[in-house]
């Protein structure tokens, strides 16, 4: 914290691949250090990496870090749906790794996509159901999620059926 006092560091410093120190920490679910960073009034919060497009929102969403989630959207400056380089947004990626805390908190915010697709046509609905998420497909439907009844012709055939 000290360094950060001097006002002569760079917080939104860049590595080769263009990750800034918060987009780092989110990514690996370092509470304190996105605090402390987000306290300075001086990060970027809608950085992107050159390797994947996404936002340090991306990164605490894909990874099921919660707390950090919940830091980022009380900023209440992170683009929510940003894009990354398979269009897929903080929603679904959260959805496709079943981080159903996150999710919701992404929805809560009512300011998401929940039909958003990928570069595959993939829904976060849709994402859930493959990976056998029940409580994020739960959470996706109660707040309007479209539920295909047919995906390809397939109905759903790579989803296994629930007892």
Not at 17 to 37: C, D, F, I, R, Y
Not at 97 to 120: Q, S
Request: aromatic share 6%; glycine share 6%.
């Amino acid at each position: 914290m000290m360094l950060l006092d001097t006002g002569k560091v760079d917080v939104d410093a860049r590595d080769k691949n263009n990750q800034t120190p918060l987009s780092w920490a989110a990514e690996n679910g370092k509470e304190a250090v996105v605090k402390m960073l987000l306290d300075t009034g001086k990060v970027d919060v809608n950085t992107r990496d050159t390797k994947y497009d996404r936002t340090p929102l991306s990164w605490a969403a894909e990874n099921g870090h919660d707390i950090v989630v919940m830091m980022l959207l009380d900023t209440e400056k992170d683009d929510i749906d940003a894009r990354d380089k398979n269009d897929r947004t903080p929603l679904l990626l959260a959805a496709k790794n079943g981080h159903h805390v996150a999710v919701k908190m992404l929805l809560d915010t009512g300011k998401v996509n929940v039909d958003a697709e990928d570069c595959y046509g993939l829904t976060a609905y849709q994402l859930s159901v493959f990976n056998h998420h029940e409580l994020v497909e739960n959470h996706l439907a109660c707040r309007g999620a479209v539920v295909p009844l047919d995906f390809y012709g397939l109905r759903f055939l790579f989803a296994e059926p629930r007892s």
